[in-house]
């Protein structure tokens, strides 16, 4: 029987380091991080996600400061807060919530992040810092992943990882830090030929499909790690791509959805802004 991860308490750990970090600023009389995260519209998951953030912020001592805007919001307007954000000295992270309405243009809103501000790694000049090996931030989903699998304390070097997904927020990204470990790293895609036998070749297999319950045991070799990304809706509740009671006897270790991958991000998203002030 495998072992599944306990996320919560690693979580726990690194929210008392941060939580370190900050009294000892605020005990020395220094700044105290302070974050921006901007919501346009009323999308439920944003507004979800925002209010998540600021009970985190609020528990390890980080100041918190939430932006909420109209639907109707033109892009010249955002564009114009984001500026402002960037050149306020008392805001050391920006957040943008994703996604924005479809009036918006993603990509040309996000180029307006100071590089220094984005905590979040939205940017292409933090993605290609990441990717050329010069990275001052971590995308927090990726980042959890490579957290998980450095907690284990086991030797990732020549490990076989199949990636299972190539997102620019979670496959990539997760690719290129696994390769920095020195694993031999393969990336899957909807396209993939035989998915089944190159997920059988796996040490360490990272799922980010979005299908809920889609892995079963005949995906995983014997003693893998897997590590579940994945989350979707089923009959209400949030699932992951793995069908967690068929898949755990054959494991050596997993994490679980919920409470796994998720229950580290918003941790590691304040850790950033901690990493912001260095």
Do not use: W
């Amino acid at each position: 029987m495998g072992e599944i991860i306990n996320v919560i308490d690693l979580a726990k750990s690194i929210k008392g380091q941060i939580a370190e970090f900050v009294s000892q600023r605020a005990n020395n009389g220094e700044i105290i991080p302070k974050i921006a995260s901007i919501v346009v519209g009323e999308d439920g998951g944003s507004i979800f996600y925002i209010n998540s953030q600021e009970k985190v912020a609020n528990s390890l001592g980080i100041l918190f400061e939430k932006i909420l805007l109209k639907e109707s919001t033109t892009e010249e307007n955002l564009i114009n807060e984001i500026i402002s954000l960037n050149n306020n000295e008392k805001i050391h992270g920006i957040i943008l919530q994703l996604p924005l309405p479809k009036h918006i243009d993603e990509k040309k809103v996000i180029s307006y992040i100071s590089p220094d501000k984005d905590i979040d790694c939205l940017t292409y000049i933090n993605q290609g810092k990441l990717y050329a090996g010069h990275k001052k931030f971590i995308p927090c989903t990726p980042n959890s992943v490579v957290t998980i699998l450095d907690s284990l304390n086991i030797n990732l070097q020549g490990k076989e990882v199949v990636v299972v997904g190539r997102s620019n927020i979670v496959g990539k990204p997760v690719a290129v830090l696994m390769l920095e470990r020195n694993c031999t790293v393969t990336v899957c895609h909807s396209k993939t030929k035989d998915l089944q036998s190159v997920c059988q070749r796996a040490d360490i297999l990272i799922l980010a499909i979005g299908i809920p319950n889609y892995i079963d045991s005949s995906y995983v070799k014997e003693e893998a790690i897997v590590i579940d990304v994945g989350t979707s809706s089923l009959n209400g509740k949030i699932t992951g791509d793995v069908l967690i009671d068929d898949v755990i006897g054959k494991v050596s270790y997993m994490t679980k959805v919920p409470g796994g991958v998720g229950s580290l991000t918003t941790t590691l998203l304040m850790k950033n802004v901690c990493e912001a002030l260095k």
